[in-house]
């Protein structure tokens, strides 16, 4: 369903209009990922007990998806001016956040040394009795 809507929301955008708030799109993504979650996140945390690495990890992990797509196209569907600037610069974050984050998820994971140890042991082998053999 999430992809749906990906594809769906992705009809919406226009890409001789998004080269033109791309530039200004990633200052924004990158104060978002770098600075303005990072700093929420250690000021929500503080009064738990996390170590520096956990938060740094929470930090990195981040929201996006499409409901910040979805919520950016509000304007455009009231018919407000200008409203596709706010629908780009989401969308380009979206990505950006998408591509960078999702991506290094699993290397942050063990670099910070929060990532827990596999359970499973790879595939098991079951044999199967078939009828007449």
Same mark, same amino acid.
């Given at each position: 369903a999430q992809i749906v809507m990906f594809v769906l929301l992705g009809l919406l955008v226009s890409p001789q209009r998004l080269m033109g708030s791309i530039g200004p799109a990633v200052v924004i993504a990158l104060a978002l990922m770098l600075v303005a979650r990072p700093v929420a996140v250690f000021v929500c945390l503080a009064p738990f007990r996390f170590n520096w690495r956990e =938060? %740094?990890?929470i930090a990195w992990v981040g929201l996006r998806g499409a409901v910040a797509i979805f919520l950016a196209s509000i304007p455009m569907l009231v018919g407000l001016s $200008?409203?596709? %600037?706010y629908f780009d610069v989401a969308f380009v974050v979206v990505l950006i956040s998408l591509m960078l984050q999702g991506? +290094? @998820?699993a290397p942050a994971a063990r $670099? @910070?040394?929060v990532a827990l140890p596999r +359970? &499973? =042991? /790879?595939p098991r082998r079951i044999e199967l &009795? @078939?009828? /007449?053999q």
């Amino acid at each position: 369903a999430q992809i749906v809507m990906f594809v769906l929301l992705g009809l919406l955008v226009s890409p001789q209009r998004l080269m033109g708030s791309i530039g200004p799109a990633v200052v924004i993504a990158l104060a978002l990922m770098l600075v303005a979650r990072p700093v929420a996140v250690f000021v929500c945390l503080a009064p738990f007990r996390f170590n520096w690495r956990e =938060r %740094l990890f929470i930090a990195w992990v981040g929201l996006r998806g499409a409901v910040a797509i979805f919520l950016a196209s509000i304007p455009m569907l009231v018919g407000l001016s $200008k409203a596709y %600037l706010y629908f780009d610069v989401a969308f380009v974050v979206v990505l950006i956040s998408l591509m960078l984050q999702g991506w +290094t @998820l699993a290397p942050a994971a063990r $670099k @910070l040394h929060v990532a827990l140890p596999r +359970t &499973d =042991r /790879g595939p098991r082998r079951i044999e199967l &009795d @078939l009828p /007449g053999q």
